[in-house]
């Protein structure tokens, strides 16, 4: 069967990939298509899927592509050359991938990966260990895959990014929808400096179900799962049972006993996963080596911006307070610490170290 056969399938499930993909690898691609609307119910197809699947008997998959191409989608099926190795070794891998970006190549690349997941409602800290952790792999050559949620996937991708590295985003949408829309910034940056990746064609829409089935994904994209903060029940202990399953490295953060977004860290460390406490360790489990550290900041108002950056996130006011500080001389540092790459500002306009 042609490897378009398989697209329109992936194009019929638009609205029920799981039900697509399962039925596909029981029955075959070609059965689907071939299949009456009687026969696909007695298959157990849902009716999002049997009316798909006559929409898709209808379509030019060639123009299809080439629609995507004109807006800077790419797609392989699985039988096709392109296809992700990494994807190949799961028991169901995608019957087609979707990417945007400037570094497919990162889908199967030579150097390791690191997956860095977490909790949505993450504190401070870690969010900006999410984002010293994905700019230390980056810095050192590797490539940091997320989710592009809130939180900690967002905190990595933007480390990612801020060291001028490689970071995947894998959607629970399509490549063409901004989820959340609070992401859009970093979205565009990854098109722009990245890839995104969805098993979903264009156009898919958020769905609470299509979530936990990315991450899968992730995991199989990744060498190793590291876990920032995450609740006792999280999608990415969802994401850290994949990699398990794929025999990967799970690692995770410990965090404070009894906070309830310690519990799922905590509770993969008990039961054996490698534990990460700073960029150090992480490049080190990787194999990858630290570029060495630039050279100390001179005395002076810098180097007082950034220890208390370095102490906690704070908005220009709250530093000029603190540290007693002129405004104009504050705003002076903070400005020559952002052109060296000290510090950024995240959603809240706060400054922190990065």
Known sequence: MSAADELRVVLAGATSGVDAGRLARRYGCGSLLRAGP???QRMGALPALIDGLRLAREADVAAYRRSLLERG??????SEPGYPERLRVLHDPPLALFWSGARPDALDPPAPVAAIVGARKASDAGLLLAQRLAGAVAEAGGVVVSGLALGIDAAAHRGALGAEGVTVAVLGCGVDVVYPRSNRAVFEQIRE???LVSEYPPGTRPATWRFPARNRLI????????????????????????ALDLGRDVLAVPGTPGIASAAGTNGLLKAGAGLIENADDLCGWLGLDRPAEPPPLPPGDERLLL?????????????????????????????????????AKDEQGRWRTG
């Open 38 to 40: 009687g026969t696909l």
């Open 193 to 195: 400096a990245g890839l």
């Open 307 to 343: 220890e208390a950056l370095r102490e906690a996130p704070a908005l220009p006011d709250e530093l000029v307070a603190r540290l007693q500080l002129p405004p104009g001389r504050a705003a002076a540092g903070l400005t020559r610490l952002e052109l060296a790459g000290r510090i």
């Open 73 to 78: 989608i790419e797609c392989a099926t699985v």
């Open 219 to 242: 995991a199989a994209l990744a060498d190793a799962t590291v876990v920032v903060e995450a609740r006792a029940r999280s999608g990415a202990l969802i994401t850290a049972d994949h």
